[in-house]
């Protein structure tokens, strides 16, 4: 049996402690979409810890954790919140990337301050960086493999965005060597739980494995079924 977890409404709807307790009887947290703009809550023991972008099956020993390829995944956030699990001494499960995932560059938290103030959005580059993965123009966590490749797409796509950083809203246009170099880290921490995630999930279902679906945001934030700018009431 598979379980899959989604918020009816915004989010915030405390799906964290159902993921959680969904966790220990899944051999697999697969979280799906979403960046992080959202966020999972978990006490364990009376420590209290915050997930925007790690499943929080990720407190559980013996748990394959995925971030798969519906998500968009800023490699700062990310890289941080490893870095507080092993300063609080988790011993975390084991954590792999889709390679499909899709980056949030630092300009897409630029032109979400500029383009989607009127939204109410949190200004963490979410929707310019879903906006891009589906005009094919995004970036993806597979592509820090080969770095040389990643740092010429850089350098071009920069041409097009401090163009229209500069032209159109007078803001300030990025340095493609300081973003490289940027990447050159995240690319070191996350390299080695970069992989094709596709296979582990359909060779778990093969098994009878176990799988959690988590979800992050609520449905009113889908761009199928949610709410449109303005709209007060949803039809599903």
């Not at 997930?51 to 929080?56: D, G, Q, V």
């Not at 889709?98 to 949030?104: P, W």
């Not at 080969?146 to 809203?169: A, G, H, P």
């Not at 999930?201 to 009113?220: D, P």
Request: proline letters at 3%; aromatic letters at 8%; glycine letters at 10%.
């Amino acid at each position: 049996m598979n379980y899959a977890v989604i918020g009816s409404s915004w989010g915030d709807e405390g799906k964290g402690k159902v993921v959680d307790y969904l966790s220990q009887k899944s051999d697999i947290i697969a979280r799906y979409q979403g960046g992080n703009n959202a966020g999972h809550t978990i006490v364990v023991d009376g420590k209290k810890y915050v997930f925007h972008l790690l499943p929080s099956g990720i407190l559980h020993k013996g748990k394959l954790c995925i971030l798969g390829n519906g998500l968009v995944i800023d490699p700062l956030v990310l890289a941080q919140e490893l870095d507080d699990l092993e300063r609080q001494g988790v011993e975390f499960s084991e954590l792999k990337i889709s390679e499909g995932a899709t980056i949030i560059m630092p300009w897409h938290k630029t032109l979400d301050g500029i383009e989607m103030g009127h939204l109410g959005t949190t200004k963490r580059g979410i929707g310019p960086a879903y906006e891009s993965k589906i005009s094919r123009k995004g970036f993806k966590i597979g592509e820090l493999k080969d770095f040389e490749k990643f740092s010429e797409k850089v350098r071009k796509r920069l041409i097009e965005i401090n163009w229209f950083l500069k032209n159109r809203y007078k803001a300030e246009e990025f340095d493609p060597a300081a973003v490289i170099e940027e990447f050159k880290v995240y690319r070191e921490r996350l390299l080695p739980m970069i992989t094709n995630t596709s296979l582990a999930l359909n060779n778990a279902l093969k098994t009878n494995q176990t799988i959690l679906f988590e979800g992050a945001q609520g449905v009113l934030l889908d761009i199928d079924h949610g709410l449109v700018a303005g709209q007060e009431t949803c039809i599903l």
